[in-house]
């Protein structure tokens, strides 16, 4: 099946840094989606982006289907960002998403 | 906002007993799943259902494991004899299922312990 792979899998910054996380995959895609995990469990939509770009405040990500990575950009970072990031893609002729192992950002105040 | 709703947050079970896991997909979604995280590790997929049937299924989705839509609004993941290896956080999802919109929304997960 596919693979997913995210990077790095352990980040700490101080508040107000910028981050890159990345999402590299192993076949076409039909889906690509960006989840925050919070303490709490939660899975929480970040951004459904299966090519281009798209912004939403302080995060913005960019697929690109073709060469079949995707970056996340979490710029100002604050302590709430907190938590697990996981990338998940579904891969074409599939309608399952499979998930990548995470990143887990640290910020610190 | 439409949004997927899951009952209970948490279960505490007994090794053995069944378990009846609960969600509420968004009203005009037409594709649901169920996935389950064991602490520390990554979702994985667990079964899909379109058209009431199975769609999908991994092979965690054993002969312990069943889907139903008893309802025209919820969807249940029963657990017949539960083993401590369930212990899981489980999330329901929901897609539209359209041409131009394929997003998953997922529900805030029930967390299953089993003693």
């Known amino acids: 099946g596919i693979q997913v792979e995210q990077s790095p899998p352990d980040l700490i910054l101080q508040e107000g840094a910028n981050s890159t996380l990345r999402c590299n995959f192993s076949?076409?895609?039909?889906?690509l989606q960006w989840f925050h995990q919070n303490p709490w469990g939660q899975l929480i939509n970040l951004f459904y982006i299966p090519s281009g770009t798209k912004q939403n405040g302080r995060l913005s990500a960019t697929t690109v289907a073709t060469e079949r990575y995707s970056l996340l950009y979490i710029s100002s970072s604050q302590t709430t960002d907190s938590g697990v990031y996981f990338c998940?893609?579904?891969?074409?002729?599939?309608?399952?998403?499979?998930f990548g192992s995470g990143t887990r950002l640290q910020v610190q105040p | 906002e439409p949004e997927v709703t899951q009952t209970p947050s948490h279960q505490v079970t007994q090794m053995g007993q069944e378990v009846i896991l609960r969600c509420v997909p968004i009203?005009?979604?037409?594709?649901f799943y169920w996935y389950r995280q064991i602490l520390g590790q990554k979702v994985e997929f667990l079964v899909s259902?379109?058209?009431?049937?199975?769609?999908?299924k991994s092979e965690i989705f054993d002969d312990q494991f069943s889907v139903e839509r008893p309802d025209g609004s919820n969807f249940t993941l029963k657990i017949r004899s539960t083993k401590l290896e369930d212990s899981a956080m489980y999330f329901c999802?929901?897609?539209?299922?359209?041409?131009?919109?394929?997003?998953?929304?997922f529900g805030p997960g029930t967390r299953l312990t089993v003693l």
């Open positions: 998940a893609v579904e891969a074409a002729g599939r309608r399952a998403l499979t």
């Open positions: 076949d076409s895609v039909n889906n």
């Open positions: 999802a929901s897609r539209l299922t359209s041409a131009f919109i394929n997003e998953q929304f």
């Open positions: 259902f379109y058209n009431n049937e199975i769609s999908e």
């Open positions: 009203s005009n979604h037409l594709y």
